[in-house]
């Protein structure tokens, strides 16, 4: 969502391409800030130093001023207000759809997502500057609860019921294990692209290879799958330029 490809999801779940994602807290974030605002061009080997004392934040060679995160804040303070209510949890992809409603930002990947009911899962919501406005909203609403195990039944149940599963993974990390970790009761994704420029040889989740998650089951062992080694922003534009073809 930071580095380029916001633009391509967006389109996929415009068209419909997909039928559920699962995604990092960052990835909500930025698809959020980059609605209102834009990020800057930077380089890899810039002094960082003298970038945090100018409140810029490096990602790569994206920068992201400390002002993107000020105007998240803004945005999720009232609608954080508008949804709590002390009866009621939330699960991740609720609340992410609860964001997407409240906030109703026609250029936002989750409202597109929302509008399409494509669900969009994230295990790990906490990690990111969301979980940071939620620890600031929990101190004078301490009941105010993310049930992240909550939504295990609405994913498995969307794993469960699909005659066919393919999963397009772009990068690794937790947002991987929890698609592959998630088709185990149902003998494994039926085929799968990982995209990624991580290594095998450290016995990393991100840079474990498809055949690894065959000894798992949880890619099946007659799953058509393949691992493509490269920079996400060149080879994933490149695999759906065929696809709309």
Known sequence: MASGLR????????QKLIDAVVTTGGSIDHDIIRAYNTYLLGSFDMMDEQLHSQDINRLGNILIPNSRYELLEQKLKPVL?????????????????GLADKLNEQDMFIKIARDNQIPVFCPSLTDSAIGLQLFFFKQDHPDFMIDSAGDLKRLHEFTLNSEKLGGLIVGGGVSKHHLIGSTLLRGGLDYAVYLTTASEFDGSLSGARPKEAKSWGKINEKARAVSVYGDATITLPIILNSVYR
Do not use: V
Request: without cysteine.
């Open 7 to 14: 633009g391509l999801f967006k389109d996929l779940a415009r």
């Open 81 to 97: 207000n508008m949804m709590y209510d002390k009866s009621t949890s939330y699960t991740p992809s609720r609340f992410i759809e």
